[in-house]
């Protein structure tokens, strides 16, 4: 039967670890448990909040409202044609779904290994790293629409996926919970080692032809060696998506600023390092109260012990305005503000 806990704290739900309490709290672990709180009285009652692994969001204040913590589990795979669907609930951890196509030979997400975060949070987001977004390898996902409890499943157009969007973030904003996402996946590996420094770290293994463990391997150890591990600090991963300007604008920023690391972009835009620009502002490994950034990447924002989300929300404000001062680029938090 489902349990519905009441003054719950979210400390433990946030990887940024901030100490906030939501009035109702149920964890769902079945598409029956969704619809038994969709249909309850509750639903009528609370505002409501569908929280994943909890490693994109920054809680500036209690949740006055019902929050249903998705945890839905299972993965499983079937042969379509050359290619491999595999389907896998809301609730799975993300890396555990890499690492368990990477042990079965299944190639495309290899190049996101280790980020945080659910399978169901997946598409909302539209992923993405190393060269490699979800969008790439998205197949459908299954949902139910809060307002009337019905099961839609969205296939690729209907998700209408952007650079760490969807339609999910936009029209339909707060109107689907995702129970399950299939995945078109290959036994034919096409390796994708450019991007970042995972080519680097392959010669310095001496690896010439890399396999998909090989890549997810070198990418977790990058990240490793970049990202701060959230049960030790808390934090939400990189907090800023990175720019993307018109190839005009980019001119004007390449000529006050020659070295500035960049990326092609699609539509004939470019895409701009945003760890690079708060670092050239001064923010890397700055320490503000309880809050500042991590010492090996500018990109993420940190909660040294007891921040609340107001500082490192006030701390980010900082960030965005110095960086927009000194480049004319306008940073979007990543994160999202509760």
Request: aromatic letters at 8%.
């Amino acid at each position: 039967m489902l349990n519905v806990q009441k003054n719950k704290s979210l400390k433990p739900y946030n990887t940024f670890s901030i100490s906030v309490d939501a009035n109702y709290f149920a964890e769902i672990l079945s598409e029956q448990d969704l619809l038994d709180v969709l249909k309850s009285d509750l639903m009528k009652q609370q505002s409501l909040l569908v929280l994943g692994g909890g490693s994109n969001v920054l809680f500036t204040k209690d949740f006055e409202g019902l929050v249903m913590k998705i945890s839905i589990p299972g993965i499983s795979s079937a042969v379509k044609g050359d290619e491999i669907v595999v389907t896998a609930g809301a609730g799975v951890v993300w890396n555990d779904l890499v690492k368990y196509c990477v042990q079965n030979g299944f190639a495309g997400i290899e190049n996101l290994s280790l980020i945080p975060g659910t399978v169901g949070a997946s598409p909302i987001q539209n992923i993405g790293a190393y060269g490699v977004e979800l969008k790439d390898v998205f197949e459908s996902c299954v949902a139910y629409e809060i307002a009337t409890s019905e099961k839609r499943v969205f296939n690729f157009k209907d998700c209408r996926f952007g650079y760490r969007d969807s339609v999910f973030k936009n029209e339909l904003k707060g109107q689907y919970i995702i129970t399950s996402v299939s995945f078109k996946l290959s036994k034919s590996a096409k390796i994708n080692s450019q991007y970042g420094a995972i080519q680097e770290e392959l010669s310095n293994k001496g690896i010439a032809t890399p396999t998909i463990k090989d890549i997810s391997d070198v990418v977790s150890e990058i990240r490793v060696a970049k990202l701060p591990d959230p049960s030790t600090i808390g934090n939400a991963g990189s907090f800023f998506k990175n720019p993307v300007i018109t190839k005009d604008e980019f001119e004007i920023v390449k000529s006050l600023h020659p070295n500035v690391v960049h990326y092609p972009a699609p539509d004939n835009k470019v895409k701009l390092a945003a760890g690079w620009l708060i670092e050239q502002c001064g923010f890397k490994g700055i320490v503000v109260g309880q809050t500042g950034t991590w010492k090996n990447q500018a990109l993420v924002l940190v909660n040294h012990g007891s921040a609340t989300g107001e500082e490192v929300y006030s701390f980010s404000e900082q960030i965005i305005n110095n960086v927009d001062a000194k480049f004319g680029v306008k940073l979007e938090r990543e994160v999202n503000i509760l």
